[in-house]
Every structure is written in C-alpha cells, then in structure tokens.
C-alpha cells in the first residue's frame, strides 16, 4: 500500500474535485479493470508465514498493525480536504471496493462490478463502507453472500451515486467534477467536513472491529483451510470454489452433490 494515490490537502491545491480512477495501463489510459484488490494469491500460495497469513499460534496485534495501515490509506480518500469522485469500470472486488468505497462520490459503468468475495471465506472489509453506505439490512444482503452486483444494481441499492453507460461513464464523471469545481475550494472543504463529521466517529469504531475481524477470518480454522486449498488446488479453483459455494470450509471438503 505504500504506492496509494496521495490526494493533496485543500490548502495550495488546485481549484475542484480529485479523481479517483485505477488500473493504469501501459499507456496511461484506464486498464481491464478499476482494482481487483489485494494481490492475495502471493499470500495464500506462498509457503510458510507471511503479513496475511502466521504460523499459528498467530499474533492479532501484529496483524492489526498491518491491516490497519492499508485501513488508514484507504480512508485517505474520506479524509482527505478535496472531495474524491471515484470513477469504476470492469471490477471494484475485495479491496478494490474498498478504495471506491471510500471516495465521496462513486460513478460506475452500468457494466461494472462490485463485491467483496471473501466475506464467503478469508476475509472481512476492513474500512465497513458497505453499512455506511448501504444501512443494516442490505449491507446484511451483500455481506452474507459474497455477491458481486453490476453498476446499475450498486446504483438502485443506493451503494453509489449513480451508474451510466459504460461509453458515457468518462463524461458523466468530468461533469460533475466540473460542476464541483466551480466552488471555492475552502467551501468544498468545508462542507466535506460537516458531512464526514456526522459519521466518522461511529466509523472508526466499526472499522476496527472489521480489522481484527478480518485478521481473524484468515486465522480461523475456514481460514487455514482455504489457505490449505490454495496450496492444493491453486488460487483460481479454490476461489471458484469460493464463490460457487461447492467447498465447506468448516469440514474442509466439497458439499456433497444436490440430489
């Protein structure tokens, strides 16, 4: 997370609204995808302890420490002085959503995809952006299932701002930016502060919760034995086994066939 995208403070910045936009290609253009998240198959197919993954008995402050600094990166975006509009096409999964999340304006293709997987197995989202956003009972829906939903889905739960046609989402997002920007910067700031001020504290708490959650869900029993999976099979069958749902990780084997 050292190379995270620095949004510079409203003082001295320039007029307007940062742009959030990942997956740079080759050519400076936008890549496949917005963020796929943590590159976690270095972790979960490498042998023997890594930052994600401890030799057991694990260290929770020690994970905490690590977790709670990507944490702290992506809330950069929250927190930061200058409004963040957040621009997504192909995917925003795993921790890639949670950098979407985190801006304050997010616009998706209609295309698009967003989800956290491993709520199924081996993780929890550790900035809790899907409650903040989305209240209780839906973020519930999301959460217990794993599910990646499209832009216009993400649009109509009210997890975004709105989705466009994915050939229109460039415009729609520079529109609004524009607009933005024709405000001073200090009222921008000024109003991001009053706004943020009102959940940020219940924010905190909920996210460190999440972080030794998330820390707990690679070192709980499932865990191990998704790792375990990973090293057996690879991490491309044990995530499509993950999200399939065809693998108990309690009984570490596949569900029986439906009859």
Known sequence: MDNFPHIPDAHGA???????????????????????????????????????VQEMPWDPIQDFQFMWANTQNFMSLFRAMKPVVCKVHGFA??????????????????????????????????????????????????????????????????????????GQLDDAVEALAGRMATLPINQLAMQKMVINSAVEEKINQTQRLATVF??????????MNFKARVEEVGWKQAVEERDQGTFDWTRNRPFAPAK
Not at 21 to 45: I, M, N, T, V, W
Not at 214 to 223: A, F, K, L, V
């Open 93 to 166: 999964v795993a921790g890639g959503s949670d950098i979407a999340l985190c801006a304050d304006l997010t616009i998706m293709g209609d295309t698009a995809q967003i989800g956290y997987m491993p709520t199924r197995v081996w993780g929890c989202p550790t900035t809790a952006m899907w409650v903040h956003r989305l209240g209780p009972e839906k973020a519930k829906r999301m959460m217990f299932t794993g599910d990646k939903i499209s832009g216009v889905e993400a649009a109509e739960m009210g997890l975004i701002l709105k989705s466009v046609p994915d």
């Open 214 to 223: 998330d820390g707990i869900t690679r070192h709980s029993p499932e865990g």
């Open 14 to 52: 320039e007029p307007g609204p940062a742009r959030a936009q990942r997956s740079r290609g080759k050519s400076g253009r936008p890549g496949k995808a917005f963020c796929s998240g943590y590159d976690l198959a270095h972790y979960a197919e490498g042998n023997g302890p890594n930052k994600v």
